[in-house]
């Protein structure tokens, strides 16, 4: 087994080095311990199975798309023209710049990320591709460089599971939501409680399995931060160290917080 980690500076630490690799092509998101967030086929097939769309995937610059995602968070909200939207952990920028289109030139969509090389990326990325109603900034989920009451909507792709305080992660995303605004949320979770090894092993937390709460304590922990409406639009097992008493889901979250 790998190194075990267990506080949360160290855990930002190993992600953040291990996305770095990711989008400087040194590495993949897959693992020695986990093969859920992707797999051997490439980038966009992985994104297709997510529930994108082809021509969606097509009209992205190369590199947007990068199969780092558990589903697709724009699948389960109606964005509107207009809209200010946040993407929690951008990464390469696919879910930004698709929600880009659907803002339109009167909105706004901003990536959050901490990890300089996929700002970087992401970046060029919208260079190539004219993007002119987009923003990618560096910043920590846990403590977000924005005003309250900012979006209309926040999304995220298989990146919350990764953050340590989840508890605090949710009161961020509750303060710079607008009031009635939307969280849209692609996440692994766990049915039953994960194996202690799993849970502290570094390499396991860099591919976004040992930091997955238990799905009745993460919808618990949502509504607990104020939000209303709370549900999963779909829970997906994967077979990866899945038993009768224990498996890893991807989910897709939804909630609202009061108008």
């Given at each position: 087994?790998?190194?075990?980690?267990?506080?949360?500076?160290?855990?930002?630490?190993?992600?953040?080095?291990?996305?770095?690799?990711?989008?400087?092509?040194?590495?993949?998101?897959?693992?020695?311990?986990?093969?859920?967030c992707c797999g051997s086929v490439d980038e966009k097939t992985i994104d297709l199975s997510h529930g994108y769309d082809i021509n969606d995937l097509e009209s992205l610059p190369e590199g947007a798309t990068m199969g780092l995602g558990c589903g697709n968070p724009l699948s389960l909200a109606e964005i509107q023209q207009g809209w200010k939207v946040l993407d929690l952990g951008s990464g390469g920028g696919v879910d930004?710049?698709?929600?880009?289109?659907?803002?339109?030139?009167?909105?706004?969509?901003?990536?959050?990320?901490?990890t300089d090389d996929?700002?970087?990326?992401?970046?060029?990325?919208?260079?190539?591709?004219?993007?002119?109603?987009?923003?990618?900034?560096?910043?920590?989920?846990?403590?977000?460089?924005?005003?309250?009451?900012?979006?209309?909507?926040?999304?995220?792709?298989?990146?919350?599971n990764l953050v340590p305080d989840k508890r605090k992660a949710y009161q961020e995303i509750h303060r710079v939501l607008k009031p009635g605004g939307m969280i849209a949320i692609a996440d692994i979770a766990?049915?039953?409680e994960m194996p202690e090894e799993i849970r502290k092993s570094a390499e396991a937390w860099a591919g976004?399995?040992?930091?997955?709460?238990?799905?009745?304590?993460?919808?618990?922990?949502?509504?607990?931060?104020?939000?209303?409406?709370?549900a999963t639009r779909f829970e997906n097992e994967y077979d990866f160290g899945k038993t009768e008493e224990y498996a890893i889901l991807s989910i897709g979250l939804v909630g609202k917080k009061k108008a």
């Open positions: 087994m790998s190194d075990t980690i267990s506080d949360g500076q160290t855990i930002k630490e190993t992600v953040k080095q291990k996305y770095g690799e990711i989008a400087r092509g040194e590495s993949s998101c897959c693992s020695s311990v986990n093969t859920s930004v710049f698709l929600a880009a289109k659907k803002v339109g030139p009167d909105g706004h969509v901003t990536g959050l990320d901490m996929m700002l970087e990326k992401a970046r060029a990325n919208a260079k190539k591709g004219g993007f002119a109603n987009v923003t990618f900034t560096k910043g920590d989920i846990e403590e977000m460089p924005f005003a309250d009451n900012s979006f209309d909507l926040v999304i995220s792709n298989c990146v919350i766990t049915r039953g976004c399995v040992a930091g997955a709460m238990d799905l009745s304590e993460y919808l618990k922990l949502v509504k607990s931060e104020g939000f209303t409406e709370v």
